[in-house]
């Protein structure tokens, strides 16, 4: 009877052994544990998703949203330690660590001074879409039109040149100012208005 239990005994020591993580605890196998909390050092306002690193070893983390993070079987030494999160000057130390310790510390950042250069964002209209306009009246046979080569062949170093000549137009001036005209006739009716000038440079 005494046998079996002892069988048993060392049967069930067995298994617990077998159960156990082959990887001891950081202590045990000489690391130390690095807990900390990263916050704002004007305001110590606790900064979640900021990345801690030992380069050194490989290892990182990002802080939870009370800013803490933790790292687990550091080897011993003095290791650098990196802090960076966007908005905030990035940060590098170096911790000493022994075998079995459990060290803490709180690391606060400052607001970064770094400006990104200034960026010009310039929207413009698709210029063809009154030149089709231009092109559908022109289609239809009814007007007088310049296209750009007419201008250049007509104008002579002068646009007023190349327009005036179109028929039925003319010029008036009105107010201090020069405007083009150009005569409409329906049956006995004959009236004005004035002319319109498409100018593709100015189409944004």
Do not use: W
């Not at 990002?62 to 550091?74: A, K, M, P, Y």
């Not at 960076?84 to 170096?94: H, V």
């Not at 929207?123 to 750009?148: C, H, K, Q, V, W």
């Not at 004959?190 to 189409?203: L, N, P, Q, Y």
Request: a positive charge.
């Amino acid at each position: 009877m005494v046998g079996r239990v002892r069988a048993a005994a060392l049967l069930l020591a067995l298994v617990l052994a077998a159960l156990v993580p082959a990887t001891a605890p950081a202590q045990a196998r000489g690391g130390a544990v690095l807990l900390g909390r990263v916050t704002a050092d004007s305001t110590n306002q606790r900064l979640p998703g900021a990345r801690v690193s030992i380069p050194s070893i490989g290892a990182s983390a990002l802080t939870d949203s009370l800013g803490r993070f933790r790292f687990v079987g550091v080897p011993p030494g003095r290791r650098g330690l990196r802090v960076d999160l966007l908005g905030y000057a990035p940060l590098r130390t170096a911790v000493e660590f022994s075998a079995g310790d459990t060290i803490e510390i709180d690391i606060g950042l400052s607001p970064s001074s770094e400006h990104l250069d200034a960026v010009e964002v310039v929207a413009a209209r698709n210029p063809d879409l009154r030149l089709a306009d231009f092109e559908r009246r022109r289609a239809s046979g009814t007007g007088e039109y310049l296209t750009a080569d007419d201008i250049h062949r007509l104008s002579r170093g002068r646009f007023s040149d190349a327009l005036l000549t179109l028929r039925g137009v003319r010029t008036t001036t009105s107010s201090g100012g020069t405007y083009l005209i150009g005569g409409r006739a329906s049956g006995n009716r004959t009236g004005t208005c004035f002319t319109a000038v498409i100018d593709r440079k100015s189409v944004v």
